[in-house]
């Protein structure tokens, strides 16, 4: 579904991400680990289109994606709940929703609207609510929701346990893991928490200081000397 | 008496909030002053010259000077902003204010430096309420300042393209994200803007009947004054301060007893916000 090529991407003259290269099947979910730095925002910002790429390719759905526009890549299917639970804060919950629902047209959006409060009750609660008054949780959930709105078939979440409660994050991996099995979405997650992220991955890679350190299925990675010495030690 | 210092102070702040609103529109969406806005402000009055002279109509007149300005607008963030976005904020600043200038010489070569009456003669009608007088002309300007604000109310809060344009001025990369091109809604927040000071510009011409190529340097600095008092980038905001400009100069004038300086309001009310209230009436 999509495949990265020899990514490399630069801030200035840092370079961030060097010859970053994998592959993420349909229905499946890629987890990528890597400590603060290691540049795990900037590969799913570049993949989304917020920032530009030096060097290698981004294919999706065997179409090279490499130079188009974010809004141009979600319309084609790509999704992204970015990190620390960014959304659009002057504006209600509600509408945070119909903004992600903006290429969708009426119908499909209450049908949405219903499949995204099932899946977060607490946000149907809180419609009319501004959204920069949510708590931390709530406003992991509606970044995901608002994600989830524009109707993808690759949803990348950028660190969605960060600074959460342990419930709440059992709580949102839970629903990740529903919708990937219920739904076939797949899912690219970069974290951090190594344990829930290796939980419901499928395979996963490590990267840090932007190199590619290992990949594998969890059970490889758990069991890798250097990731175990970085991550669980 | 006072009610027709309310109204007067209601058509200036009508105007105000006109011109003012284009500037928070396009703060809300890039970041940045757009000082040259004042000079399309002129250009609308300009344009609603050249209108009279095709077809002397006042509907006319209006949609003339508000297509060309919101042309001109468009051509603006197109050709001058667009290309240094991502230098300095100061760089924009300084490029607007240039533009501004430019555009002022232009005009003064144009039309000459000369006031120019408006070309129709308007027989105001005045209004009896009870034993107060409201004078046609107010009543007129504050009217359309009204309608113009439904309309633009209604686009921002009512339709799709509204809540991209709150979207893209609240996290630009959030909104992309969600499929919405920000790049059109940019140029589309300054069609908007342009156009209602191309209908500001025209009011004032009727208004004063007089039309010069400084006529925005006033507007220019008094729209910049509403803005920080409103809240950056906040319409609400703008909106209670322009007309809450426009109601106290004309209460000032009308009831100080000393001859008050009318212009010098809008910045000791901007001295005084950043003195205790930096963030503005409605902070985002
Ligand atoms: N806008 C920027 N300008 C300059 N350097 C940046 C910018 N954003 C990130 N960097 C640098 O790029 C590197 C990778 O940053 P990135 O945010 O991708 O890391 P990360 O893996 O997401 O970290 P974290 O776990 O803390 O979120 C870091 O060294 C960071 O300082
Ligand atoms: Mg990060």
Redesign the pocket.
Known sequence: MLRVEKLNVY??R?H?LKDISFEVKEGEIFSII??????????LRSIMGLKDVADGKIIFKGKDITRLKAHERASLGISLSF?GGRILRTLTVEENLRLGAYRIDKDRFEERLRFIYKLFPRLEERKKQIAGSLSGGERQMLSISRALMTEPELLMLD?PSFGLAPKIVIEIFQVLKKLNEDTGLTLLL?E?NVKQALKIAHRAMVIEAGYEVTRGTPDEILTNKEVIEAYLG | MFLQQVINGFASGGIYTLVALGLTLVYGVLKILHIAHAGIYALGAYLALIAYRIYPNIYFAFAFAMVGTAIGGYLVQKYLYWPILDKPRIVPLIASIGLFLALEELYRLIWGPYVIPFPQKFHWKSYNLGHIRLPGSDLFVFALSLFFLFILYWIVNRTKVGLAMRAVSDDKEVAEASGIDSKWIIALSFIIGSALAGAAGLMVGVYYNSIYPTMGDVPAYKSLAIIVVGGMGSIEGTVIAGFGLGLLEALLIGYLPFAFPRDALAFIAMIIFLLIKPEGLFSR
């Open positions: 801030y200035d840092l961030v890597g400590a603060n730095g290691a540049g795990k925002t900037t590969l990190e660190e970069v951090q």
